[in-house]
């Protein structure tokens, strides 16, 4: 009998392989109902934008990109480059296709840029600057933003040749800039009295502390406030989680419209970081986001409570991004933090940069979209501003996020990042949907794939048109390590009018 009874054995367990038992409510995808989800927030219309660094425009040294063979730690961290053409056709048309945004022409460079308000130039910049930025270079930052569909956010100069004999800033170098910018049309939109005023390396005086920075910003706050009240005034503009950012609000006292901060999770392998591609889908680098923001937001509290909060400067890492930064891996990132501080509540993320080193949206030399851009794009068309709270499941490897339909009455979009590596996840959905599926060859190709189709401009530099796959009602799978995003018109969400 023992040998009848171990046989049956054996065949039940292979019966049981074969046909598995009916899944229970723990094994079924999470049901989500477009339907029914609530309203949780709303974002700027500009909340995806990108930086322009001030030496683009200007010409001059900045994250040199890496070369084929270039080593870690390059020796050479910089390049020169000439002004950036911002009168380039393909330029304006894929800038023009993520409008509206900010345009954020700042940078370290601008806290020591000498505008020559003149038609002759100066061919060297005054004692106490270190660059010069002519009326020709910001007359071409404004025809761009107003051909592409771009608010203009900038900082001003604060080094040795714009201070007096005690050593004040003096308000005449951003007195002119806005003045010319006014005299031909344009409009600074909002701008922060310097760039990251907690780091040494500045620009401004040796010895400048928290104390200096507050009787200058008090200046600049009344210059702006006076003269230019259409400019919103951000500040502190400070990076990294430095105690020194609330020496310096204290400082300043309360006056900004936008609480602005800059948010950088890693240093590139040029200066010597220790990141590894292994971790770039990991919930701890994806969640720094996070973290930097929960110190920016208790500031934000303490010293200009209920101020909208803007990230004016960020990207996969600093000194110019590492070499993921242009490929697909880093797209996880990209748009997972989109995700993360709409649903926070944050008004504005400025991508750094459109079109300079590793992390640019687009190529320097060929302007052509990296994969950063892409997502850029299909955010652009998909997400509405209205931010809905998804109430999908808290997993690890499957970030869920909402918003209203871009242009659809009742319609929304989710976002879904499969950031698992080996496994396929699912989400059962109550509507059809329009699906719209990421991926490349590999996670460090540098082609973005669009439900299996190569995405490239075409030889007249259009775009290609970025067209979903029907998908019915019921239970939807995300492969491994993509991103997916899903419109549903139909969803009829009461929460969702007409989004911008």
């Known amino acids: 009998m023992g040998n009848v009874r171990a046989g049956f054995q054996i065949y039940l367990t292979l019966l049981l392989l074969a046909h598995p038992a009916p899944a229970t409510p723990a094994d079924l995808p999470t049901h989500v109902s477009p ?6 927030g709303t974002v700027d219309p500009r909340f995806q934008s990108y930086n322009i660094e001030m030496v683009e425009v200007t010409g001059g040294r900045f994250w040199r990109p890496y070369g084929p063979n270039a080593a870690q730690g390059n020796p050479d961290l910089y390049a020169y480059r000439p002004p950036i053409d911002l009168a380039n056709p393909r330029l ?26 003149l038609e002759q130039p100066p061919a060297l910049p005054p004692d106490g600057f270190n660059a010069v930025l002519t009326r020709a270079q910001w007359r071409g930052v404004v ?44 409009t600074v939109a909002a701008a922060e009295f310097m760039n990251e005023p907690n780091l040494m390396a500045n620009g401004a005086p040796d010895g400048y502390d928290a104390s200096a920075y507050g009787r200058d910003f008090k200046l600049f706050h009344s210059l702006v406030k006076t003269d230019y009240p259409e400019t919103k005034i951000l500040g502190p503009g400070t990076v990294g989680e430095a105690a020194s950012a609330s020496r310096l609000l204290g400082a300043s006292g309360p006056g900004v419209d936008a609480f602005s901060y800059h948010y950088y999770g890693a240093l590139s392998e040029r200066c010597r970081g220790t990141g590894t591609p292994e971790a770039a889908l990991s919930e701890d680098w994806l969640s720094g986001t996070d973290r930097a923001l929960a110190f920016y937001r208790a500031l934000r509290d303490r010293f200009e409570p209920g101020k909208p909060i803007w990230l004016t400067e960020t990207a996969e890492a600093a000194c110019g991004g590492n070499r993921r930064a242009a490929t697909f891996l880093d797209t996880f990132r990209y748009l997972d933090q989109l995700g993360r501080l709409a649903k926070a509540g944050v008004q504005v993320v400025m991508h750094n940069t459109l079109a300079a080193s590793d992390y640019g949206l687009l190529d320097e030399n060929m302007l052509t979209p990296r994969p950063n851009y892409w997502a850029a794009l299909l955010w652009r068309q998909l997400m509405g501003t209205s931010v809905l709270d998804p109430d999908a499941p808290d997993e690890p490897a499957l970030h869920v996020y909402a918003h209203c339909q871009r242009g659809t009455p009742g319609g929304v979009t ?49 775009l290609p048109p970025m067209m979903g796959a029907p998908t019915e009602a019921g239970a939807v799978t995300f492969a491994p390590a993509t991103i997916t995003f899903l419109t549903m018109p139909a969803a009829g969400n009461k929460a969702c009018g007409q989004e911008r």
């Open 414 to 462: 989710l976002l879904v990042i499969n950031t698992d590596r080996d496994a396929a996840h699912a989400l059962r959905l109550a509507t059809p949907s329009l699906r719209f599926t990421l991926n490349a060859a590999s996670l460090r190709d540098a082609t973005m794939r669009l439900n299996g189709h190569a995405l490239a401009l075409n030889a007249s530099d259009d």
């Open 35 to 40: 339907a029914t989800m609530v309203r949780v």
């Open 92 to 117: 304006r048309k894929l800038a023009a296709a993520l409008a509206p945004a900010y345009m954020r022409v700042s940078g370290t460079s601008a806290n020591a840029t000498y505008f020559a308000d």
């Open 143 to 186: 025809d761009f933003a107003q051909a592409v569909g771009a608010g203009i956010v900038t900082s001003f100069a604060v080094s040795p040749g714009t201070r007096d004999a005690a050593g004040v800033w003096r308000p005449d170098q951003a007195q002119r800039l806005f003045a010319f910018t006014r005299s031909v049309g344009g």
